[in-house]
């Protein structure tokens, strides 16, 4: 999963370097003008416009229009997002809730799973439910008749990462408030 996080992050801030780029935003613009103007010296199609509008709406975005100063904060605060992003979601995936439950009440979920639930230590029906066994959420959520254990598991899948994640929360919607800020 690290693995994954870093490539993500290398790859976004390639794309926000790459939306920073004047060098590649001028040709950008000068088409749209020439396609856009009233003597339209330049003819697309109606893909090759919208693409074109496409690509200029996100180097906008980007803050292509600031100074490159402000440009280069503006990348740093995309990078900050988009890793803060990226640490949020990796909190919640590798994060899971167990709670125990009498084997007798899911009864109703296949054979192959209830097999597979681990014993609970000292208590000979209980079985403990984790939101880390893949796809276990789901069936509790379609088999299960208990409205108190569904209730559980889903509080429980909703609140993975919850703990960890305040300060990336907060410190997102720092980063975000600030970028929306210097873009206007």
Same mark, same amino acid.
Request: without cysteine; positive net charge; glycine residues 0%.
């Given at each position: 999963m690290q693995h994954a996080n870093e490539a993500?992050?290398?790859?976004?801030?390639?794309t926000?370097? =790459?939306n920073a780029d004047r060098t590649l935003y001028e040709p950008l613009e000068q088409l749209h003008d020439a396609s856009s103007s009233p003597d339209r010296t330049l003819v697309l199609s109606n893909e090759d416009t919208a693409m074109l509008e496409? =690509?200029? =709406?996100?180097?906008e975005r980007g803050g292509i229009? =600031?100074?490159?100063?402000?440009?280069?904060?503006?990348a740093d605060l995309q990078n900050r997002a988009n890793a803060l992003g990226a640490?949020?979601?990796?909190?919640?995936s590798s994060s899971s809730i167990e709670f125990d439950v009498d084997l007798a009440k899911l009864a109703s979920l296949p054979t192959h799973l209830r097999a597979g639930l681990r014993r609970v230590k000292n208590r000979p029906t209980f079985v403990r439910l984790s939101t880390g066994d893949p796809g276990i959420s789901a069936y509790v959520m379609k088999h299960v008749g208990d409205a108190d254990i569904r209730k559980k598991m889903y509080v429980a899948e909703q609140s993975r990462g919850a703990h960890a994640n305040l300060h990336v929360l907060d410190q997102l919607l720092k980063t975000r408030h600030e970028l929306a800020q210097r873009l206007g």
């Open positions: 993500y992050n290398r790859i976004s801030a390639l926000v370097a =790459l496409s =690509l200029k =709406l996100d180097f229009h =600031l100074s490159a100063a402000e440009r280069n904060r503006v640490k949020f979601s990796s909190n919640i």
